[in-house]
């Protein structure tokens, strides 16, 4: 508890930090996962509220006082809120274990804080119970569908500039509309993923598609060029 609360001091005093001269109050919101983080801050003023952006050592407080405030079996907190007056310095916190965070996540990250702060099952919520079927359901769908040819396009010429000889190229939608599976089938011939956003990722023939996947959602991609 003793290191709880000193975190919650610290984030208060960090927020404090970015604050302008003649403030009134701040409201911060943050959502959490292991490795994603997402938070808006509001400063009053006498002039009304105003967005602002947190000061470096706000997120690295915040992830601290998450790890320090998992319980076993029960978890952490996806959603914290801070709220702090300039009047009397008080401090008002609100941490959030059971509802669901208001952003566009995709399911493995859910996957990847259970595993990082794991949770019994009747401390799992509905909602988090299907984000994590979603996660393990499998990287391409069970039953065949139209890959957008745009972006299979995009896969068959980089294909085209890539050595490892003419093998013919299969493509799949990948789950969730994340984007398109490439193969080629030939030796050493590989796999591209691209996303709807038309960012690449590479795997070789020697990784499993789970594992290249693993990889893409974890964002190990870049947008090629056209020249590239």
């Known amino acids: 508890m003793q290191e709880q609360s000193r975190l919650i001091t610290e984030v208060a005093r960090s927020l404090v930090a970015v604050a302008p001269e003649g403030w009134t109050g701040i409201d911060y919101t943050t959502h959490m996962l292991r490795g994603q983080q997402q938070a ?31 319980e076993p079996g029960k978890g952490t907190f996806y959603t914290a809120n801070f709220v702090v007056t300039a009047a009397d310095g008080s401090v008002r916190t609100d941490f959030e274990y ?12 859910y996957l990847v804080d259970l595993e990082a702060f794991p949770r019994d099952e009747e401390h799992r919520p ?11 359901a499998p990287v391409v769908p069970e039953v065949d569908s139209r890959p957008d040819p745009e972006l299979v396009a995009i896969a068959e010429e980089m294909f085209a ?28 011939g590989g796999k591209l993923f691209v996303a709807t956003d038309r960012s690449v990722m590479f795997s070789s023939s020697a990784e499993s598609v ?11 991609r870049y947008r090629p060029s056209p020249q590239q």
Not at 99 to 106: G, L, T
């Open 40 to 70: 808006r801050l509001w400063i009053d003023t006498s002039e009304g509220r105003k967005g602002a952006f947190s000061g470096d050592d706000t997120m690295p407080l915040m992830r601290e006082l998450r790890a320090a405030m998992y």
């Open 98 to 109: 059971d509802a669901e965070p208001d952003w566009d996540m995709v399911p493995g990250q």
């Open 126 to 136: 509905e909602w988090l119970r299907a984000r994590i079927a979603e996660a393990n």
């Open 161 to 188: 500039r890539m050595p490892g000889g003419e093998g013919p190229l299969t493509s799949r939608e990948l789950r969730e509309g994340l984007g398109v599976l490439v193969t080629r089938q030939s030796r050493g």
């Open 210 to 220: 789970e594992q290249g996947f693993e990889r893409f959602l974890a964002g190990e």
